[in-house]
């Protein structure tokens, strides 16, 4: 299991989270001594090029911004000033970018979103602009020049197809090199601007919108209403309508069906914690998983598994709450104490060494379960 930082550039992990995250920017010099970069240029272009990694192009002419989707054959020569390539979720295809991300894991995990890298030439940026997320901005070749700011105008300029701030006024500037790290919480107004080609890590975090979560919810006990209730129940009804002399006008009765609906909807908490899981989980649209058992019978896989050891995919997303667990956007019940406690330690350690998991597939509930991930491209093989 890759260890949690403990500190941050001398500064306990303990008091950041409790006087910084969520509150107020801070800079960390040297927050990864020794720093190495996690790949180098010729991989981050390749990324870019990749049509099933998420890529934007954004170049800057003057006043004027440019943006376009990738992926992309050729980039634009290092040499030309002002342009930048943001590719996201690294963390899926990068192992050292996972690695990265799980150094952040005093965090929760239902907070974590990925890490997204940009390479820019000389003078290149995405402009000043402000995050809803908290996010650490971690250099990894060269240097970039970041202004920073309290948002107090979230006015945005209307002539371009970024989201760029209209009348930013920084406060504060500082220059980062490789292993300086950069913290700022949500809604804070920011700017980057390389000096000289330069790469940078945003290791993101998640905040699910009211909306978001309402969705999640209302579709799920919708779904779970259309299975339990009976016809007579599910159905809105109208017995002795009277005739209509307004048949476009939408009638009261179906209104107050709505509003009895709402005034009935009170989940308990159990449905809360799967909804909010299950959401938490869901794969990103471009995301996709591996079969590479597909041919493979349910014993030859439980034999790799306890050969090899397990581990989750770096795509895979798994949470768990009393006794669900939820991954990649599926809620799962296991009947066992015993299973429960093994795919806690999975969610927890996201992997299994080979004695640890020979010992855990004896049990034969969590047999069943990782089998159906393994065929899923969930897990893999630890070595």
């Not at 790949?39 to 981050?44: G, S, W």
Request: include cysteine; hydrophobic fraction near 40%; proline fraction near 7%.
């Amino acid at each position: 299991m890759i260890p949690a930082l403990s500190h941050l550039s001398g500064l306990p992990v303990e008091t950041f989270m409790n006087e910084d995250w969520h509150v107020r920017p801070r800079l960390f010099r040297a927050a990864f001594p020794d720093f190495e970069p996690l790949c180098d240029l010729d991989t981050i272009a390749e990324m870019a090029s990749d049509e099933d990694i998420e890529s934007r192009l954004i170049q800057r002419k003057g006043e004027q911004w440019h943006l376009e989707q990738g992926p992309f054959e050729k980039l634009p020569l290092l040499q030309t000033k002002g342009w930048t390539v943001l590719i996201q979720g690294v963390d899926q295809v990068l192992p050292e970018a996972y690695e990265l991300l799980h150094r952040f894991r005093f965090i929760p995990d239902a907070r974590l979103d990925d890490v997204m890298l940009s390479l820019a030439s000389d003078q290149g940026g995405v402009g000043p602009h402000y995050d809803s997320y908290d996010v650490f901005l971690l250099q990894m070749h060269g240097t970039r020049r970041w202004k920073i700011g309290p948002l107090r105008n979230a006015r945005l300029r209307t002539d371009t197809p970024l989201k760029i701030l209209e009348g930013f006024e920084p406060t504060e500037e500082y220059v980062l090199e490789p292993g300086d790290m950069l913290y700022l919480p949500p809604n804070y107004g920011h700017e980057g601007i390389a000096e000289g080609i330069c790469s940078t890590l945003s290791i993101g975090f998640r905040a699910p919108t009211h909306a978001e979560v309402l969705g999640g919810l209302l579709r799920d006990l919708a779904d779970t209403v259309e299975h339990t209730a009976s016809l007579k129940n599910s159905l809105f009804s109208d017995p002795q309508r009277g005739q209509t002399t307004t048949p476009a006008e939408l009638p009261t009765d179906l209104v107050k069906f709505a509003r009895q609906l709402l005034d009935e909807f009170k989940p308990e908490i159990h449905q809360l914690e799967k909804s909010l899981g299950c959401l938490l989980t869901e794969p990103k649209p471009h995301v996709y998983f591996v079969h590479n058992t597909e041919d493979m019978s349910p014993s030859e896989i439980l034999k790799v598994l306890k050969a090899r050891g397990i581990a989750l995919s770096m795509k895979t997303k798994m949470l768990f709450r009393g006794d669900q667990c939820f991954i990649n956007g599926e809620a799962i019940a296991p009947k066992t104490a015993s299973c429960l406690k093994l795919l806690q330690i999975l969610a927890n350690e996201h992997e299994m060494d080979v004695d640890t998991a020979e010992s855990a597939l004896q049990d034969k509930e969590f047999q069943y379960f990782l089998i159906g991930f393994a065929k899923a491209g969930w897990v893999e093989t630890l070595n």
